[in-house]
Structures are given as C-alpha cells and as structure tokens.
C-alpha cells in the first residue's frame, strides 16, 4: 500500500463547476499537508499548505484536512479553464522530504 | 527572477554516458532537494541537503548517482553509466529552515531527461 493514494482521475468539468480532489495517507505522522498544481512539462506550484485538521481558505481554493480519517481534499470553487492541470498532494512528518500521491488530472472545458 | 533554476532544461543522452545537472535555488533558502519524476506519477523524493550537509538519501538514489552541494548554494546531481529506466524529469526544490520551520516549498522547472 502506498503512503499517500491520490485518484489519479482523468476529471473533466465545466467551467464554473466545482472541483473535488482527494487523497488518502496512512502514516499518522505526516503532519503538513500541501497541494501542488503542475502544467505541463512545468514544476510543481505550491497552492495551499497546512498543518491542521480543519479548513484553509485562499481565495477560489479550499483544502481540508481531516487527520482522524487520513484524508485531505481541495476544493476548487469557479472553476477556470485555466485551471486545467495535474494537481498532486503531498504530505511531510518534518516538512523536510515530501511525500506525493499520484496526481489528478483536471480538465476545465469553456 | 528569484526562483529555483535548473540547467539544462532537456538532456538527450545515450545508454552508458554520464550526465550533470546543476540546480541554483532560491538565495535565501538552505534547504535543497533533489526529486524525480516519471510520466503519470508525482514527484518522488531522491536526497535532500541542509546548506553544504547531505542529510537524507532515499533507496532510490543508487551508487550511480551522487549529489553534492560544495558551498551551500548551488547544487549538482550527476547520473554515472545512464540507462534507459533513468529517464525521468529531475526536479529540485528549495526551502528556508528557520527556527524550527520550513518556508517557501518551492520547485524548479526540471531537467528532462531522455535516455
């Protein structure tokens, strides 16, 4: 079993839908929580991180934490064609070596 | 721009050649790491350095490869006798360690490379 399981979609979604991305962890450790965003043959761009179960809001992003259930998600509210990319979840015990799920791919179509 | 730069953006190479890339991270961050990663899997961690200090190495990281940060700053990572399971997009990121936390997780664009 992997340490962090992500579906790794395809997702496809009109604009101005909401999108609702997930991943599983199973090391009760991991105590930092963060969704990347990649394009394309492009590094991954920090979006959102916390350390705490609960909810962050920054903007059209929400991530939520739940560290009784191992699960955390990110919500995107208005979705954008320019949204269109992999997002992928990582998780750290010391937010030094990060540990990332498989990523989801997301389409937003006009 | 003050992000993390990674040189060369593409390397094409052939089955047995050795190969270095060169990552310059962010001024101001003392913590670098090296990640790689292969078409449809996120990033996976290889070893990570704290200034010049190589703290952690991951079973991934086999004696083919080495890395090294001589001066706390810029960083290489060189593959010895490539095979073709290397090819890969080599990612490195940088960090701020202070007081105890870690700030600006930040990642380079990569290194492609083609074996």
């Known amino acids: 079993q992997k340490e962090v399981e992500q579906d790794p979609g395809p997702l496809s979604v009109p604009e101005g839908a909401i999108v609702s991305l997930n991943c599983t962890y199973s090391n009760s450790a991991f105590q930092y929580f963060m969704w990347y965003r990649q394009y394309s043959r492009k590094g991954p761009e920090l979006l959102m991180y916390?350390?705490?179960?609960g909810n962050k809001e920054d903007g059209r992003f929400t991530a939520q934490v739940d560290k009784s259930s191992k699960y955390i998600s990110l919500f995107i509210r208005d979705s954008q064609p320019s949204d269109s990319a992999t997002y992928l979840c990582?998780?750290?015990?010391?937010?030094?070596?990060?540990?990332f799920g498989q990523g989801t791919i997301l389409t937003v179509h006009p | 721009d003050t992000g993390v730069s990674q040189d060369p953006r593409h390397k094409i190479t052939k089955r047995g050649q050795n190969v270095t890339f060169r990552c310059d991270p962010i001024s101001e961050h003392n913590r670098l790491y090296w990640y790689r990663q292969t078409l449809g899997q996120g990033p996976e961690f290889l070893t990570y350095?704290?200034?010049?200090?190589?703290?952690?190495k991951s079973r991934l990281l086999s004696d083919r490869f080495s890395a090294e940060r001589p001066k706390g700053s810029f960083s290489t990572l060189e593959i010895q006798r490539t095979e073709q399971g290397d090819s890969a997009m080599y990612l490195c990121a940088s960090s701020l360690l202070w007081r105890g936390q870690v700030y600006g997780y930040t990642f380079g664009s990569g290194t492609r490379l083609t074996v």
């Open positions: 916390t350390y705490s179960s």
């Open positions: 990582a998780i750290t015990t010391s937010y030094g070596k990060l540990t």
């Open positions: 350095f704290q200034n010049e200090a190589q703290l952690e």
